[in-house]
Structure formats: structure tokens, C-alpha cells
């Protein structure tokens, strides 16, 4: 059983920064992508930024250059500071944890963040 916390998200002006965090607790095993994803009200979940447990780092075009994901891996917590942000970026934003060699996929509840221009 796997289990994703998250914590952070919130309302800011365009512009401004956010972090989100999330810590993964249970079975997650040594070798994992963590990452998140969002959905804005009417659209598909899309990728945001994801981080292998090995470092490497995938960002969608959209967030690239505003947005920095990283990892604690003594604390199983991946974060998402996410900067110059822009009315677009409103979304749920959700946690993710995917155990690849298993193709294994676990998310959190997700957490709202608004951003008003």
C-alpha cells in the first residue's frame, strides 16, 4: 500500500510562486519516478514535471523554466516550486508516484491552485 500526502497549493497573483510538496510513505520501492500532474476544470490530467529516483528530471514545455521539481530521498518527498506563474497554471495538481518496473501508478488528492491575474 502506497500513500501520497500533499501539502501546499493555494491562491497567489500571476506572477508570484508557489511550492507544493509531497511525501510518499508504504511500498514505493528503490527505483520510482515521482512527479506531478494537473487537471484544470474541463480539460485532461497532463504531465507537469516528473523526477526518476535516479535524478533525472522531465518537464513539460509549458512549465519549463518557471517550474523546478526535486526530491528528498531520505524523506521520500518530491517538491514543486513553481515561479512566474500564470493564469493557465490554475489546476488541481496531483502527486504521483509510479513504480516502473511493476508499471504501478499511485496518486494523492490532489490540491488546488489558483492563480488570478
Known amino acids: 500500500q502506497v500513500q501520497l500526502v500533499e501539502s501546499g497549493g493555494g491562491l497567489v497573483q500571476a506572477g508570484g510562486s508557489l511550492s507544493l510538496s509531497c511525501a510518499a510513505s508504504?511500498?514505493?520501492?528503490?527505483?520510482?519516478?515521482m512527479g506531478w500532474f494537473r487537471q484544470a476544470q474541463g480539460k485532461e490530467r497532463e504531465l507537469v514535471a516528473t523526477?526518476?529516483?535516479?535524478?533525472?528530471?522531465n518537464y513539460s514545455d509549458s512549465v519549463k523554466g518557471r517550474f523546478t521539481i526535486s526530491r528528498d530521498y531520505a524523506k521520500n518527498t518530491v517538491y514543486l516550486q513553481m515561479n512566474s506563474l500564470k493564469p493557465e497554471d490554475t489546476a488541481v495538481y496531483y502527486c504521483?508516484?509510479?513504480?516502473?518496473?511493476?508499471?504501478?501508478?499511485?496518486w494523492g488528492k490532489g490540491t488546488l491552485v489558483t492563480v488570478s491575474s
Open positions: 504521483n508516484l509510479n513504480i516502473d518496473y511493476y508499471d504501478l501508478w499511485y
Open positions: 508504504g511500498s514505493i520501492f528503490s527505483s520510482n519516478i
Open positions: 523526477i526518476s529516483s535516479g535524478g533525472m528530471t
